[in-house]
């Protein structure tokens, strides 16, 4: 795949993805003759990968760090696994922390509403 296809199906500039190829987040692409990039299903995969972890909050450090890891094979899995566990940990706060300002957001639009169909009753009389 070009990195224009990646992009569009990804939703990632190809700006994006030249900067986490050239941050080592995802491994060197193979290129074509003509020196275009030459996505495999496996660097998809990467890219995948770290969309979904950045969308999840996951910093670039972070992320740097796991490949790092990943690159040194299975001596690692145990510092990769409480990496993600961290960052899991992180994201449940994140969501509790979202989740009350939820309530609250719906509470004051209620608020808006009871205020709206008191207005429209006055209106109407």
Same mark, same amino acid.
């Not at 569009?8 to 080592?24: I, N, Q, V, W």
């Not at 899995?77 to 992180?90: G, H, I, M, P, T």
């Given at each position: 795949?070009?990195?224009?296809?990646?992009?569009?199906?990804?939703?990632?500039?190809?700006?994006?993805?030249?900067? &986490?190829?050239?941050?080592?987040?995802?491994?060197?692409?193979?290129?074509?003759?003509?020196?275009?990039?030459?996505?495999?299903?496996?660097?998809?995969?990467?890219?995948?990968?770290?969309?979904?972890?950045?969308?999840?909050?996951?910093?670039?450090?972070?992320?740097?760090?796991?490949?790092?890891? &990943?690159?040194?094979?299975?001596?690692?899995?145990?510092?990769?696994?409480?990496?993600?566990?961290?960052?899991?940990?992180?994201?449940?706060?994140?969501?509790?922390?979202?989740?009350?300002?939820?309530?609250?957001?719906?509470?004051?639009?209620?608020?808006?509403?009871?205020?709206?169909?008191?207005?429209?009753?006055?209106?109407?009389?």
């Amino acid at each position: 795949m070009t990195i224009s296809e990646v992009s569009e199906k990804y939703g990632l500039s190809p700006d994006t993805l030249r900067y &986490y190829e050239k941050a080592g987040l995802i491994p060197p692409v193979n290129r074509k003759e003509n020196g275009i990039r030459d996505y495999t299903p496996e660097d998809c995969g990467w890219v995948e990968f770290i969309k979904c972890m950045r969308e999840a909050g996951l910093s670039i450090e972070v992320l740097t760090e796991y490949i790092t890891l &990943y690159a040194k094979g299975n001596r690692t899995l145990q510092k990769r696994k409480s990496l993600l566990v961290a960052e899991r940990d992180r994201l449940k706060k994140r969501i509790e922390q979202m989740q009350q300002t939820l309530e609250r957001l719906n509470y004051k639009i209620s608020v808006y509403d009871e205020r709206i169909v008191a207005c429209e009753k006055k209106l109407l009389k």
